[in-house]
């Protein structure tokens, strides 16, 4: 009997099979390849971003955005970039990792071993071969959690001596040792943006300040911008 035959690649879905076997050796040696360095009791069971790529594949979209809470060594992002190199979406990723201390001199916290796979395997991606010339994104930004950039007003403060200190405090507000680019994140996640948000450099008075979002916001930090009276 004459039938249409259907090649996977063709169907728009797809049912996973319940396991994904890999053999857990290979993503340690794709760790040690990536990092230069023995990942023998630097990370002894890192996931497979093989397997974390058909996953993502099977359940995400264009754009989509994949959490990963415990970043590890990077393989989910790892994953996300591989797959987009694929097939040509824009998936995104963020990656969440506690600076938990190794014993290791090249690689002291499990976030730098996490930044750094990421930026290894993205550089790997970028020099492979490829049919079109189109550009391949795998930038990142990382950020760490750190003190407020500014002095922090304590409403519980009732008596007369703690105010006129509180009031002291806020004269300088700025901590010491803030840049102007913690205090621009800072003051952009406050006032709501995304930390995508473009950013440029613009002039006041001859004095670099920042547009953001296309002029939604625009902000001057800089402490050489006098006004005269």
């Given amino acids: 009997r004459i039938a249409v035959k259907r090649y996977l690649h ?25 990092l230069g360095v023995s990942a023998k009791g630097l990370f002894d069971f890192p996931k497979d971003h093989g397997v974390l790529g058909r996953l993502i594949a099977t359940v995400t979209k264009d754009d ?16 996300v970039m591989a797959e987009n190199d694929k097939d040509g979406r824009q998936r995104r990723f963020l990656l969440v990792q506690l600076p938990e201390p190794v014993e290791h001199e090249q690689f002291p916290t499990i976030a730098e071993i996490t930044r750094q796979r990421v930026r290894s395997a993205g550089a790997e991606l970028r020099a492979a ?17 750190s003190p407020s950039n500014f002095t922090v007003w304590d409403a519980a403060v009732e008596d007369a001596v703690a ?27 406050k006032a709501g943006f995304p930390l995508t948000a473009g950013t440029e ?20 930090l800089s402490e050489a911008l006098m006004i005269e009276a």
């Avoid at 994949?66 to 060594?73: E, P, T």
């Avoid at 901590?175 to 621009?184: P, V, W």
């Avoid at 450099?201 to 001057?220: I, K, N, R, T, Y």
């Fill in 163 to 189: 105010l006129e200190e509180q009031l002291a405090m806020n004269v300088e507000h700025v901590a010491e040792g803030a840049t102007e680019a913690s205090m621009l994140t800072e003051l952009l996640l």
């Fill in 129 to 145: 071969p490829r049919l079109e010339a189109s550009p391949v994104d795998n930038g990142f930004r990382a950020l760490r959690l």
């Fill in 10 to 34: 063709e169907t728009a879905t797809w049912a996973p099979p319940s396991v994904f076997y890999r053999d857990r050796r290979g993503a340690r040696r794709v760790v040690e390849t990536l």
């Fill in 64 to 79: 989509d955005l994949i959490l990963d809470f415990f970043a590890g060594s990077g393989s989910t992002a790892h994953a």
């Fill in 201 to 220: 450099v613009v002039q006041f008075a001859c004095v670099d300040g920042f547009a953001v979002a296309d002029g939604a916001l625009v902000v001057c």
